[in-house]
């Protein structure tokens, strides 16, 4: 017959083993990922880039097609070409940039020179700025198809995953209200779908955005929300966020930025509406991925929770 001590120590060591399974098993944050690391093939994948104050987005389908959504500032260039390094582009399949701002087109010359574009859907908004310029001139020189966005249009890559354009509509926004800028109002505004998830994607969306798309009964359900304009306080109304219903979001801006960007306003909405919230400006990298039937996101830094549901006060205006 087993000795008592022995006895305990068999005890100890089943519940040890427990409480080990039932830690790996908890549906608890989770944990950051390696900056690179590249996702089990099989999956869809979205990366959003750690930029600064801007955006940049880079999906990549199960079977390797690849689309980059905005390209943040010129400072980010060296930033979104080794990303895309890192996770093995050789050319983009796909090229959106939501509106001619240079904190979303900044970088795009240097991804046109550096990797073959084959589609470049742009919001059809001109503009007189020098970055604007040298990207227009970089997709002629390297003979990009050019592509206006238009509400309506779908992009079918591979495996069932679609995007189709939201924003901008034929009409095109020519009034706000809210304070915010024009350009903005008539960012391009995607849907990302793989099976049973989706993410939307807004840009610089405005209130104006919203309200339009919510008119027109575009389809806006997904677990996912990139947060427009950064988090801005013209944009993420709390009638908008319950037409799209998100599980989770994602806001990209800056840690030293000035726009109070994301603002207090957006923040306390999301947080009512019990929506898990990411940052690249406290996580760095996050990495949302799916098989089209559940989905994960991953950040690559930790990030304190108060932090998080923290916004910050404009010193400039947007």
Request: proline share 5%; net charge neutral.
């Amino acid at each position: 017959m087993p000795s008592g001590a022995f006895l305990i120590a068999l005890v100890f060591a089943f519940a040890f083993s427990f409480y080990q399974s039932c830690k790996r098993e908890s549906p608890e944050t989770p944990q950051p990922a390696p900056p690179g690391e590249v996702v089990t093939e099989g999956r869809l994948v979205v990366y959003a880039l750690d930029v600064g104050q801007g955006d940049g987005l880079l999906v990549i389908t199960p079977e390797r097609k690849t689309v980059l959504i905005d390209a943040g500032t010129p400072q980010a260039s060296e930033a979104i070409t080794s990303a895309l390094a890192r996770y093995g582009v050789q050319s983009l399949d796909l090229v959106i940039a939501s509106h001619p701002h240079a904190d979303h087109i900044g970088s795009m010359k240097r991804v046109i020179d550096n990797f073959p574009v084959r589609n470049f859907l742009d919001s059809g908004q001109t503009h007189t700025s020098a970055t604007y310029e040298r990207m227009l001139k970089a997709i002629q020189d390297k003979k990009v198809r050019f592509l206006k966005a238009r509400s309506g249009q779908t992009f079918d890559l591979d495996s069932g995953v679609k995007i189709e354009v939201l924003n901008p509509s034929e009409k095109l926004i020519t009034e706000i209200r809210s304070g915010g800028s024009v350009l903005n109002a008539n960012s391009v505004v995607v849907r990302l779908s793989y099976g049973d998830f989706a993410m939307i994607f807004t840009g610089d969306a405005e209130f104006e955005t919203e309200a339009d798309m919510m008119k027109r009964g575009v389809t806006l359900r997904a677990q996912v929300l990139k947060v427009g304009h950064h988090g801005s306080r013209h944009a993420t109304s709390g009638r908008f966020l319950d037409t799209v219903a998100p599980r989770a979001a994602i806001i990209s801006c800056g840690g030293d930025n000035k726009y109070g960007h994301p603002s207090p306003q957006v923040l306390d909405r999301l947080r009512e509406k019990n929506i898990q919230l990411y940052r690249t400006d406290l996580h760095g990298e996050i990495i949302i991925s799916s098989d089209g039937k559940s989905f994960d996101i991953r950040p690559t830094r930790e990030a304190d929770l108060a932090a998080v549901w923290k916004g910050r006060t404009a010193t400039q205006s947007e």
